[in-house]
C-alpha cells in the first residue's frame, strides 16, 4: 500500500476557453497557471486540441516558458501534434483521443496495432527530448499490458465512466474496474495516475486505488474558482487529498 499522497495536475483548459468566448485576454491561462501554483498543485495539465477550441498554440509555449510548474500536455497522436510536442517539449505527454465533434475526452485510447507503432515511434523521440510519455486508458487489463509492452512513463486512468455513475451499484464496478487496472500494473515501472470527471466528493475512494502517484482535475475545480477562487478551490482538492488519502483501505466499505 502506497501512503504517500498522489499528486495534484490542475488542467486549466476552462480558463481558456472562458476567454475566448469573448475573444479577449481574460482571464489569462497563465495567470491562472501562477495562482494553482501558489495554492500547491505540482502540474499544470492543458490540452491543445485540433479545433484549439480552449488552450491555444501560444499558450502553451507561453506556460512552457514561464517554467513555473512541469506542463502535461494533453495531445492526439498526430503529426501536427507531434511536432509541436517535440519542439515545446513539456515534462510529459499524455495521448488522449480526440473525436472533433466530443465536448471532452470520451474513453481512453484504443490501442490497436497502428496506434503502438506509433506511439513506439514517438516513445523513442520523447525519450531523445526528455519528454515522459503517458498514455489515456480506459481500465481494461488488455489495454494496461499493451502500455507495460511498449514501455511508456505512465498511464492515466480515465475515471469518467465512474465519475458518470449515478447509480451506487455502477459507481461500485466502475471502481472495481479502475482497481482491477491498477493492479495489473503494479510492481511494474509504469507510473499510475487518473483522471476525468473527478471532483471533491467523487475523488474519495478514488485516492485508494493502489500505487495512484497523480490525479488531473480540471472541469470541477475550474468551476469551483468562480465561487470561491481558484487557489481555494485547488486547496480544497489537496486538502481532501492529503486528509483522506492515507485513511482510506479499500476494505473499509467508503462507497
Ligand atoms: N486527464 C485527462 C487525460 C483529460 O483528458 C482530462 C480532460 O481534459 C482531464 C484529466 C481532466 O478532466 P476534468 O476536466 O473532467 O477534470
Same mark, same amino acid.
Given at each position: 500500500m502506497n501512503h504517500s499522497f498522489p499528486e495534484l495536475g490542475v488542467n486549466i483548459d476552462h480558463v481558456a476557453t472562458l476567454r475566448n468566448s469573448r475573444a479577449g485576454f481574460e482571464p489569462d491561462p497563465l495567470s491562472a497557471a501562477v495562482l494553482v501554483k501558489s495554492a500547491g498543485a505540482t502540474q499544470l495539465v492543458c490540452h491543445l486540441r485540433e479545433d484549439r477550441r480552449h488552450i491555444r498554440d501560444a499558450d502553451l509555449r507561453l506556460l512552457r516558458s514561464w517554467n513555473g510548474l512541469p506542463v502535461n500536455l494533453e495531445m492526439a497522436m498526430t503529426d501536427e501534434m507531434v511536432s509541436i510536442a517535440l519542439d515545446v517539449r513539456p515534462a510529459l505527454v499524455t495521448l488522449v483521443p480526440e473525436r472533433r465533434e466530443e465536448r471532452t475526452t470520451e +474513453? +481512453?485510447?484504443?490501442? +490497436?496495432r497502428d496506434m503502438c507503432e506509433k506511439i513506439s515511434v514517438f516513445l523513442k523521440k520523447c525519450r531523445d527530448n526528455e519528454i515522459r510519455l503517458s498514455l489515456f486508458l480506459a481500465p481494461v487489463s488488455g489495454d494496461m499490458e499493451r502500455a507495460m509492452e511498449l514501455g511508456v512513463d505512465q498511464v492515466e486512468l480515465h475515471t469518467g465512466e465512474y465519475a458518470n455513475a449515478t447509480d451506487p451499484s455502477l459507481r461500485e464496478k466502475e471502481l472495481e474496474r479502475l482497481f482491477s487496472a491498477a493492479s495489473c500494473i503494479s510492481g511494474s515501472p509504469v507510473r499510475l495516475a487518473a483522471g476525468h470527471g473527478l471532483d471533491r466528493e467523487n475523488l474519495l475512494p478514488v485516492?485508494?486505488?493502489?500505487?495512484?502517484r497523480e490525479v488531473n482535475i480540471g472541469h470541477s475545480i475550474i468551476a469551483r474558482s468562480l465561487f470561491v477562487g481558484l487557489e481555494k478551490a485547488v486547496r480544497e482538492i489537496l486538502e481532501t487529498i492529503r486528509r483522506k488519502a492515507p485513511l482510506l483501505r479499500r476494505e473499509e466499505g467508503f462507497l
Open positions: +474513453g +481512453g485510447l484504443v490501442l +490497436g485516492l485508494s486505488i493502489e500505487n495512484l
